[in-house]
Structures are given as structure tokens and as C-alpha cells.
T-cell receptor, first 116, second 109 residues
Framework: DVKVTQSSRYLVKRTGEKVFLECVQDMDHENMFWYRQDPGLGLRLIYF???????EKGDIPEGYSVSREKKERFSLILESASTNQTSMYLCASSSLGRTGGGEPQHFGDGTRLSIL | QKEVEQNSGPLSVPEGAIASLNCTYS??????FFWYRQYSGKSPELIMSIYSNGDKEDGRFTAQLNKASQYVSLLIRDSQPSDSATYLC?????????FGRGTSLIVHP
């Protein structure tokens, strides 16, 4: 069974802090993703990675960066946290599939981040 | 940018009824679709995958994909209060996933 583990379920930080959210998957998936989810706005893609040391911007990358030094680990970094980054953050992974077109994503439990 | 549209709802159905959830998409190249269920406060979980035109049944759930009309649906038969959740549809979208905003389903006793 696929397991995507996010380091924290709840996190409270202060404005201006540098915040690290960690995600680890155990299925040797090529693709990893970071989303944020806010009421009424659905899932919004922040960054994704399809290989080690590779990263691509999603729809809302501003204020965030990512790191993928190992295949199983994908980190989201809030460079200088602001109150508008208070949200639920979801990590997901997927394999490429036989045709390279992408397979279903498997999600972690999420991190509810509050910036005070 | 691939677009996926869903009616946000809420869709309210009585227990035991059929719930019909719909999704339209703009990318004619999408070969398959995934349906996810998300309970309040939880993360999305995959419930159905459909890889070809037509219907796919799994227990009380039936997914329908119509590529010509760029339309995909999820039918839930004998709806139960435990089916109350938000349902998200998504094509695999190659490397860049695109999710609909989800339809909220409420099954009332």
C-alpha cells in the first residue's frame, strides 16, 4: 500500500519565519507534488517534481520554494511566512505509468499550517 | 492549461437514492480519468479510475467516460450518509495534474 507521510499534521509559526514542510513516499514514485487547499478554492498546485533535483512551478509558486535531493523526499519551504499562507498543505506522489501519461496521485494526510 | 469543471453543489440526495456527479474537461487528449473522495478535514483518496471510453463499475460506484463529449460522471447507487463528502475529478494530465474544484455531496437519512 502506498504511503505518503507528511512530517506534521498541525503547525503554528510566526510571520517572517522560514518554514519547512517535509514529505516522504515509500513507493519509488517519480512524481511528487505540493498543493494548498483553501475553502472554496479547491486544490492549487504550488510546485511539482518529476525527478530528483528537478522542480517545476505550479499555479501559485510565489513565496514558496522546494527541494528534492532524494527520490522519496520532497520538501516545501516558505521562505518568509506570511499570514496569507495559512492553509492546508497536501503532498502527493504518483508514478509515470506505462505510457508516461501519469497515474493516480496518492496523498499524505496534510499539514494544517497557521501563520500568526 | 487544461480545464476541469465541476458543479460545486452541494448536491443533496436522500439515503438510498442514486447520486450523479459530473465533470467536463477541455483537453481532448485526456485518455483516462480519476475520481477522488475527500471527507471534511481529510486528504483526497482515490476511489475510481477509468482508462477507456464507456462505463466502469466497482460495487455501488460507476464511472462513465465519454471522450467525444469530453464528459465524465460518477454514479453512486444506494447512497449512504457515509458517502457525504466532496468528490474531485482529475485527468492524469501528464506531469501537470489538474483537479476540478469538487462537488459536495450530502446524503441525508
Amino acid at each position: 500500500d502506498v504511503k505518503v507521510t507528511q512530517s506534521s499534521r498541525y503547525l503554528v509559526k510566526r510571520t517572517g519565519e522560514k518554514v519547512f514542510l517535509e514529505c516522504v513516499q515509500d513507493m519509488d514514485h517519480e512524481n511528487m507534488f505540493w498543493y494548498r487547499q483553501d475553502p472554496g478554492l479547491g486544490l492549487r498546485l504550488i510546485y511539482f517534481s518529476y525527478d530528483v533535483k528537478m522542480k517545476e512551478k505550479g499555479d501559485i509558486p510565489e513565496g514558496y520554494s522546494v527541494s528534492r535531493e532524494k527520490k522519496e523526499r520532497f520538501s516545501l519551504i516558505l521562505e518568509s511566512a506570511s499570514t496569507n499562507q495559512t492553509s492546508m498543505y497536501l503532498c502527493a506522489s504518483s508514478s509515470l505509468g506505462r505510457t508516461g501519461g501519469g497515474e493516480p496521485q496518492h496523498f499524505g494526510d496534510g499539514t494544517r499550517l497557521s501563520i500568526l | 492549461q487544461k480545464e476541469v469543471e465541476q458543479n460545486s453543489g452541494p448536491l443533496s440526495v436522500p439515503e438510498g437514492a442514486i447520486a450523479s456527479l459530473n465533470c467536463t474537461y477541455s483537453d481532448r487528449g485526456s485518455q483516462s480519468f480519476f475520481w477522488y473522495r475527500q471527507y471534511s478535514g481529510k486528504s483526497p483518496e482515490l476511489i475510481m479510475s477509468i482508462y477507456s471510453n464507456g462505463d466502469k463499475e466497482d460495487g455501488r460506484f460507476t464511472a462513465q467516460l465519454n471522450k467525444a463529449s469530453q464528459y465524465v460522471s460518477l454514479l453512486i447507487r444506494d447512497s449512504q450518509p457515509s458517502d457525504s463528502a466532496t468528490y474531485l475529478c482529475a485527468p492524469p494530465g501528464s506531469y501537470i495534474p489538474t483537479f476540478g474544484r469538487g462537488t459536495s455531496l450530502i446524503v441525508h437519512p
